[in-house]
């Protein structure tokens, strides 16, 4: 899978109403600022069945996508997550809306909940032909690592 990296995206994951997490089934959620502006927030469900649900929006106010109108935005149907060992829980979705037609494809990021230095990764699209769609259950390939994570530093992640 070739990455394709459209500038640091700064994830904003909309609340989805009626994710109802169960015990045992592993909860991300939380909002919050990384550099530059870039804003998140996040809601999503890895459930004990291993099906996971939520929606995601990326804005940059820093990249106007190819519509020449900023900022970028990125809506994300959650449709895959893992739990890795050291407790990053890595996401796959589906692009849904945007404003940039060369990032219509699967889209991968990672969230991690340190208590107060929490990290999340950049975006990372399945890649630049869009003759083919990648498969957001390729979310279980991601290893530790894989992603280069920044420092959020306004808000919080949970993973519970």
Not at 89 to 98: A, M
Not at 141 to 154: K, T
Request: net charge negative.
């Amino acid at each position: 899978m070739r990455k394709m990296y459209a500038g640091l995206l700064g994830l904003v994951l909309i609340a989805t109403p009626g994710l109802a997490a169960k015990k045992g089934d592993v909860r991300v959620s939380g909002q919050g600022t990384i550099e530059d502006g870039r804003t998140f927030s996040v809601s999503a469900v890895l459930y004990q069945d291993g099906t996971a649900r939520g929606q995601a929006t990326l804005i940059n106010r820093n990249f106007s996508g190819d519509s020449g109108k900023g900022p970028y935005k990125l809506h994300i149907d959650i449709s895959c997550a893992k739990q890795l060992d050291d407790g990053t829980v890595t996401i796959g979705g589906f692009t849904r809306r945007t404003n940039d037609s060369s990032l219509v494809d699967a889209v991968f990021f990672t969230v991690e909940d340190n208590g107060k230095d929490d990290l999340l990764s950049r975006a990372f699209f399945w890649d630049g032909d869009p003759n083919t769609t990648g498969d957001p259950a390729a979310c279980q390939l991601v290893n530790n690592g894989d992603f280069p994570m920044e420092e959020v530093i306004r808000g919080n992640i949970n993973v519970h």
